[in-house]
């Protein structure tokens, strides 16, 4: 075969032009304007994986310690593109791993990029990110055992219900007491908004003094409830010295909850804010996003974690954002904004229909909540079991009751509702990000369809 | 084409055929005894993928929360077989994820294995095992958790020294105080193995009273420390009413750590002993199993865990068990013992040329030190660093020193040598699971080479 | 863990899911409506390969011929979902291989579903269709050799001549004798379309008499050439009892080329005709599909082949198929037919900027040809170079000349041109199925930034 | 995280290092004497793939031609390390396409390491290797075709007689015509091995003169046939300047079959020999290796071929010899070799307790005839399917009968005896490359069971 003179020079060149790609991410950490192909990715994970020593210098490395990255399924090192060190050293979640800088480098880009896209999604004072491979409660525990650790003596923490039941655990599990405030009820009794009750976290912050650890406060929840009042709380807590740590699950994708955090910092005092890779970057479940108005904060939780850790949700995180770019980020997060209006309209017109309303929480614009009162509330179960063999997965049925709730020891009236006061039974479903118009469609004609055939076996007994 | 007339009967029966097999391992749980294809365990992850609701019913099922296990990477979704959802749910790590029956199925199967797998490698009498997606300090640290939030007033915990950082710092993230116990320097003076001090123990046990949460242990440990002295330690913690937590990080691999396991729990208590899922089961970092002799024992450690967590240590230990099968890991394990005593024999023969020793461990059959006496303290991490550089990694040159290592707070003398007294400097090489045979030889010569280039060089200056 | 009491009903119920749409699919060889997801199509690709019998009684089957399927590289197998059997039989493409059921219903079910698409695309009267793991140019030869065998008398083809080498060469292969009959240049003398000679074939079917085995007439090709007029030799072909093969290779794509193909059945006899896999449905090279309008017809085809074959063309058109569902193949033709006519009028603006002009060939919907009168003949094939180093690949650059190209002995003057009489220089450019609107703004952006370029150039010199 | 200061060294230095090994790989065409692990197997293919144009410029390149490498499902194009392009051009199998560079090169690197392996394995002579993605019999074919086109008026081949469909029937898809030499009966009449019948093919040489394009020979086939007398026939062949060609489809995992064809080239003439990748290499079906003891032999035959094909054939084994490296390959072909002779022997006693024989032929040493004379000639069609049932899939049962077999249109009498003349009934079976010790112990045994259990049943009836 006759191949062109300069083969060599050709090899040479392609050799460089990826690699050049790749070395300019790894110095700017900057999100690619257009997302890359899956070739691409593949590439760029091989081109990481070989500065894993294990791969790099295959035949020509001999490992004499008890970790020597060594994987005995084919398959298993396939499904990691043979990186095994996972991330960290015992030392620290971010300390560099001599023998796999490739997997410390990805953790390094992933953070990178991480913190890029909380700025862009519009927290742009954010000026650190950590992207962990644990779920958004434990990732809440490790910043509340970090905090502990440098304030022994602080042995509670301010928890603005929100009856979600990892949020509440992390307290636990850091060994920390929680104080409940419920949410106050706006509006006419029962039937509006779950907003944050300020005088109550202020009571509470007099009367445990330096007890306080910190308050936590949630962004992304299911309506009714709204975000909390990031600015109110965060100006108690810098009055008070008081930590702030904001639960801010799903709220990436909500430009409303991203511009709270933006003002809470400007009005007083957020120390952290988590979010979770799953929901807000359809990655599978498994990381979390730790976040900070300053370097420093980030460090110290870094240094809590004892060990190596999984490199899998960093790794999955950064394919995706590679994947998507930041003009596909930004698609899918307008997407949304604007399939939730379409969702919310569709619920309304529903609810007319069905002699039901939609409760009021203009600030929580990603769930909605339409009441349930023309079905009998002994019913109201059924009607979610039927939904679910429907084929509707995450809608919720809500039903205020008297029963309680027992999380580790601690006793909830109505969990559920977020809070103990409510009344008005409803069904709960969001617009999140991925939601298609065609979903939109099907979800709400199937509620509309099992209400009816509901309707009619109820009246039928 | 002409087909066999009976070609449904056999589409059929090569459905089930598979399916059988694999409805029989979640029936069963029982490790087979040869090891499964690559194309099996394809297979097997497709037919657990299957069962998450996003796969089953792709086209019709409406997710309508906040978490419906959308991945939009095709690439991501592939190293995860399409399964997202991960593991647990915001009650426990244990708990069944109604959308995610399969990954939920993969979770059950690997304890069920794990369980068995600790069962044949030494420990028959254990009784419950939990895959966690977290390394083995965070494992303690979770266990740790659950243990200081059911005896709120034991703070501290006795710790035998280990210098290696997480099993350490493990305590300190639960938020608990550490009491170190030093071992005992047995033989002449620096020169042999490191014992527990169980006197040492005892005396820190009266001391502090009730505030003693529990003791930890370690097995696996380097040379010329010792695997601790279980019985002794078990025996006071079930004389005093301790818990005993045993830090069995790599100690599945090597029989005598799992006899002392079992004899331990004879004599007196062992609640729960942890081991890393890398380190004896060649799968990428990022998993630990969780082992109790009491099911009981193991649900509150499930429990503290708030949210859901990663799917894929899970996975990575299941498909390497289901790959290996019985026959498999049992040769991987009997392969390291044999080849653990042909390192023995090599590293004497070359101690015995370069005028240096063997320091005795008799208990410790996994990691061998050499004393580095010839040559002159201040070049042991030239020596160290060129080793690195020959592409020998996990090998570590042990100098002792009066400088102190600080690890949040807390100092160590001679940080690496497992003791403030030792004196001898030594090299520290092991043979873990998945070494070969080529692999010690060419140590042993990397070794030699390089001790004889320094010699010569530092001849000349 | 506790799992739903009736999860075996559940399980089987998953595995009964996949299983019947897989069923289905092998029954009625229906395109689905919309496409699968890459989960699905991996699933069915396990279901498929479950059913050769290396997959299916794994450790229970014992090879003991020459040829057992085994592979031994992991990386292959997996490439090809462990299915190591190819298709066809030593007796015929179409024969069912006992041993490897599942390739053989995959090419079964590619056969089926590539003939419903070939009546989707507008060919509704097509009977019969063989996806083949050659390309375009070897399965035409495959189409001959079947024919000569049963008429070894009729050793010429009458080849109305298209300037791409594989369609030509492909009789020679075949051990025939070509005649090569010429287009017509329409309109003014080499300035407008080139149009099959009806007239000359007439004379040289008159003139071979039986010694002529089929006339080769072609639909997709570069402009200025037009689609063969096929009614017109249909009807010859028809009247002299000649076979009649049409080189449609990429003529799927365009509803012209089909429209031909069913018209010139209508009018009188096209025995074959051949198209490429990679060229219309965007896979990898490497096959091709033969149709014919009789289901006897195909089958001598399928019956001349000597042994097995890569079963991998085959299933690359089956999951690109799948993929792709009724809705995509529909909406990816459209869009071309659409862009096609974005990109002939921004080729005319374009023409008119630089005082060249589009060649005018109306049955030609896939390539367009501009006049380069205004570049220096000699200047021709720098701007063709210079266009290719820009990035732009596949754009031809077509000078007539006076030298004679030599094809096995066969000379053909002004090689490229389709004709020995054509005159004018010229630049062609296609849209084919794949191309994006950006892609088309690129090119003729690219097309007019070279020409002003080199214009500069030349002036300068 | 703090990373070395020369990291940036350490990258470049990691990406030209695994780059080196690819290009001296480029350069050398040497077989690794180890091979490579499926990580650096996977580097590999994505620094080919990097050359072709379509992913080195991902978003820069515009494709304006027909044929553009564009692949629309992700699944597809990632089975295929995103190389879409094929291998050759319209022109050659062996012309390098501009757009495809790494197609080009992988194709040249696979030709280059298949003769060093054919060298290796014991055609030291041998000096040119095409691999083609066309199975053995196609391969076949192309070869007659290319000769035929050089000599139109040899229209016959003397074939000696192998009954295995493909071999003939690539004869008839030349367009050829067969003489068929049918081999003689050696020691007793039906109860030794088949040789060549020199003589006869001597006398149709005479007879038929200038007609006679080649003489076509068989090595590895189905005991009690032996491998063809090659020497003898190349004698005739140099004498008669007739061209010879050798179906080595699996013979180059027999030392003997190499050695005949090294001894044949001395003694007179072979002028190509192909063998099959799937056969000797365990790959996929698919692909066949063209070989030849001088260069100019082979360039004619790649020229014939009209059009591009599919590159996985070329790819697969490319991937697999690199996999096993040259002491992999040396050892699968060692252990068959022993393992034939444990079969033979294991395969001898059970003659011996069925009252049965091995047929003698001293020169298979792949495959072994057991006689049946002790099954009821009418019953032996029974033996062999239980034999299939039980999971033993290519041993063949061979009953010689009166009835004729057709082969398009030419008549066998006792297909599958390899002889018109042949008259006992015997089983057959094949140690081939890949099969295990446990495999050979189970086939006997299963040999042994269905036999008892068939004379059991038959003496009951």
Redesign the interface.
């Known amino acids: 075969?006759?191949?062109?003179k300069n083969?060599?020079e050709?090899?040479?060149s392609?050799?460089n032009?990826?690699?050049n790609i790749f070395?300019n991410l790894?110095q700017q950490k900057q999100l690619p304007e257009?997302g890359?192909?899956?070739?691409?990715?593949?590439?760029f994970m091989?081109?990481l994986?070989?500065?894993d020593?294990n791969?790099?210098?295959?035949?020509?490395?001999?490992?004499?310690?008890?970790?020597?990255?060594?994987?005995?399924?084919?398959?298993?090192?396939?499904?990691?593109f043979?990186?095994?060190?996972?991330?960290g050293?015992?030392?620290s979640l971010?300390?560099?791993q001599?023998?796999a800088?490739g997997s410390?480098?990805m953790?390094?880009i992933a953070n990178g990029l991480a913190l890029k896209v909380i700025n862009e999604l519009g927290v742009p004072s954010c000026k650190a990110a950590l992207v962990t491979?644990?779920?958004?409660?434990?990732s809440?525990?490790?910043v509340l055992?970090s905090w502990?650790?440098r304030n022994?003596k602080a042995t509670h923490v301010i928890w603005s219900r929100i009856d979600?039941?990892?949020?509440?655990?992390?307290i636990?599990?850091?060994?920390l007491t929680p104080i409940v405030i419920e949410p106050k009820l706006m509006g006419t009794s029962g039937s509006s908004q779950l907003a944050t009750d300020i005088a109550e976290i202020e009571k509470a912050v007099e009367q445990y003094g330096d007890k306080i650890l910190c308050v936590i406060s949630t962004t992304?929840c299911?309506s009714p409830r709204q975000p909390d009042d990031l600015e109110g709380i965060a100006k108690i807590c810098a009055t008070r010295n008081i930590r702030h740590l904001v639960n801010n699950?799903?709220g990436l994708q909500s430009k409303i909850c991203c511009d709270l955090l933006e003002k809470a910092r400007i009005a007083g005092r957020v120390d952290c804010f988590v979010q979770?890779t799953?929901?807000n970057?359809?990655?599978?479940?498994?990381?979390a996003i730790i976040a900070t108005f300053k370097l420093s904060a980030l460090k110290a939780v870094a240094?809590?974690?004892?060990?190596?850790?999984?490199?899998?949700?960093v790794r999955?995180l950064l394919?995706?954002l590679l994947?998507?770019g930041k003009s596909g980020v930004k698609e899918?997060i307008q997407t949304r904004e604007k399939l939730f209006h379409v969702l919310r309209q569709k619920m309304e017109s529903l609810a007319n229909k069905l002699n039901e309303r939609i409760i009021e929480a203009p600030n929580n614009l990603?769930?909605i909540a339409m009441t349930l009162e023309t079905i009998p509330v002994e019913r109201c179960s059924l009607f979610g079991s039927i939904l679910?063999h429907k084929?509707?997965?995450?809608?919720?049925v809500i039903v205020p009751s008297n029963e309680e709730t027992t999380i580790?020891g601690y006793c909830f009236k109505s969990f559920g509702c977020h809070s103990s006061h409510w009344t008005t039974r409803y069904l709960n479903?969001?617009c999140?990000?991925?939601?298609t118009e065609y979903?939109i469609d099907?979800?709400v004609k199937?509620i509309e369809t099992v209400y009816f055939e509901l309707l009619k076996k109820l009246s039928k007994e």
Chains 1, 2, 3, 4 share one sequence.
Not at 164 to 170: A, G, L, M
């Open positions: 075969m006759e191949f062109p083969i060599s050709i090899i040479q392609s050799t032009y990826n690699a070395a790894w257009n890359w192909s899956d070739s691409q990715l593949r590439q091989c081109w994986s070989n500065l020593s791969n790099t210098k295959l035949r020509d490395s001999i490992g004499a310690g008890e970790r020597e990255g060594r994987v005995c399924c084919p398959l298993v090192s396939q499904l990691h043979d990186m095994s060190h996972g991330i050293r015992s030392g971010c300390e560099v001599p023998k800088l410390s480098m953790a390094e491979p644990l779920a958004t409660g434990m809440m525990m490790l055992a502990r650790q022994p979600q039941k990892s949020c509440f655990k992390c636990l599990a850091a060994g992304s299911f699950a799903y979770s799953d929901k970057f359809q990655v599978p479940v498994g990381g240094n809590i974690y004892p060990g190596r850790a999984s490199a899998v949700p999955d394919l995706t994947h998507l899918i990603i769930s679910f084929g509707v997965t995450g809608a919720r580790e479903v969001a999140a990000v991925g939601m979903q099907e979800l199937r």
